[in-house]
């Protein structure tokens, strides 16, 4: 019986709701850890005997499992989703997981690549000059000047690519469509690219593919991303997000409108934009230097 609950809901996500499959497989792996759980623990496998203490006791459980605050309550995200679903289908009178809190998360502020470093990496970096090469170069450059997710680009189709408006169109989360401009060397970069997709007879309407003209996954992204950033940074994150950081960091340093970054990153709230109106060092110090009286200058 939870395994149909769990299906359905599974259906319910994608075909409804209509959420990534990155999002898909994380509330299953969410759901099925939790009844594995209440099996095996507790001895229990009937929804409608769950109750908020059990929750907890999941989370303990996770807590003391070294599992980070964070993805604890990523997960407890889940299990709310999954028993507000079952509460409007019908199945259960109360959602026993409402009321229940998750960990406290530490915040932190993004991580991103200063402008030098960025710099160096456009003006320095040797791609190959073969199909790979110039597509990988195009997978940074997109990452960076759009400031589009993983997910994002991933699905981007060539029809989703106005060359000659300079622009793209992007499907976010919640299904939402928004377009997002870029610059002279990104159009260079993108005709650069289709015209070697097309030499190579490479017929995908998706737009970044292998040589073998199949899309690209996730992990193929990732190991891009973390290959080119460790050529330019210590730091121990090197992931495409860690781009996206970088390109609303850049833009709000460099004195765009908050509210003009919320809407190129697609976030649903200006909550979600404020955690990148941190300052660098750099930047403090700069104004420090030239504002405060005894600066020296």
């Known amino acids: 019986m939870v395994e149909k609950h769990i299906s359905e809901f599974i259906s319910y996500l994608t ?3 209509r959420v990534s499959a990155l999002t ?5 792996s969410d759901l099925n850890q939790f009844f ?11 929804i409608k005997l769950i109750t908020h203490q059990h929750a907890r ?3 303990a459980y996770l807590m003391d499992a070294k599992i980070s605050p964070r993805s604890v309550n990523r997960k407890l995200s889940s299990l709310k989703s999954f028993f507000k679903y079952l509460l409007k289908q019908g199945e259960i009178l109360s959602n026993p997981i409402s009321k229940v809190q998750g960990p406290k998360v530490a915040k932190k502020l993004p991580v ?49 690519v106005d060359i000659y408006n300079t622009q793209l169109k992007v499907l976010g989360k919640r299904n939402k469509e928004r377009i997002i401009p870029f610059d002279i060397s990104l159009k260079r970069n993108l005709e650069t690219y ?3 997709k097309r030499k190579e007879n490479l017929v995908n309407p998706i737009l ?24 330019i940074t210590t730091s121990k994150k090197r992931s495409p997000h860690v781009l996206r950081h970088t390109f609303a960091t850049h833009l709000l340093n460099n004195g765009a409108d908050i509210n003009a970054v919320k809407e190129l990153l697609g976030h649903a709230s200006l909550q979600a934009t404020q955690i990148y109106t941190h300052n660098t060092i750099e930047k403090l110090k700069k104004s420090y230097n030239q504002a405060h009286p005894r600066s020296g200058n």
């Not at 000047?145 to 997910?151: D, E, F, P």
Request: hydrophobic fraction near 40%; charge should be neutral; glycine fraction near 4%.
């Open 15 to 17: 075909f409804q709701k």
């Open 24 to 28: 898909v497989q994380s509330y299953q």
């Open 57 to 59: 006791g999941f989370i």
């Open 112 to 160: 991103f690549v200063d402008e030098k470093q960025t710099a160096y990496l456009f003006e320095n970096y040797k791609f190959t000059d073969d199909f790979v090469g110039i597509r990988n170069k195009l997978i940074i450059d997109i990452f960076y000047q759009t400031g589009i997710r993983r997910a994002e680009l991933l699905n981007l189709k060539e029809s989703d």
């Open 208 to 231: 970044l593919v292998t040589e073998k003209d199949i899309a690209l996954n996730t992990n193929t992204i990732t190991k891009i991303v973390n290959g080119v950033l460790s050529a």
């Open 36 to 46: 594995k759980f209440l099996k095996i623990e507790l001895n229990l496998s009937s």
């Open 194 to 196: 289709i015209s070697v």
